[in-house]
Nanobody, 125 residues
């Protein structure tokens, strides 16, 4: 079992920045692909970013590429999402995601994914 706990959400003006953190329990973090997904009110959950177990490979949604950066510190069992140049359309509940690495990074969560409880990000115009 893996438990994921997010923090760092909040209210920010358009153009501002936030950094989300996700701390994972368990000793298998370094073997997991980690990522972030988001769900805006009335919409389906969507992919934001993912990072390979080593941190050497990252994948981003086109809508956040160049503005968001995903990173991880394996010794701290923590994955981060640095969000810059935030837009009102980034408003959503952001969920941390983790799953055992398959060797490739998919934009779709697997059936063996673990999820955090979510953290609200609100960007005002």
């Amino acid at each position: 079992q893996v438990q994921l706990v997010e923090s760092g959400g909040g209210l920010v003006q358009a153009g501002g920045s936030l950094r989300l953190s996700c701390v994972a329990s368990g000793r298998t973090f370094s073997g997991y692909t980690m990522g972030w997904f988001r769900q805006a009110s009335g919409k389906e959950r969507e992919f934001v970013a993912r990072i390979s177990p080593s941190g050497g490979t990252t994948v981003y949604a086109d809508s956040v590429k160049g503005r968001f950066t995903i990173s991880r510190v394996n010794v701290k069992n923590t994955v981060y999402l640095q969000m810059n140049s935030l837009k009102p359309e980034d408003t959503a509940v952001y969920y941390c995601n983790g799953e055992p690495s398959s060797g490739t990074i998919s934009r779709r969560p697997g059936l063996n994914s673990y999820w955090g409880q979510g953290t609200q990000v609100t960007v005002s115009s």
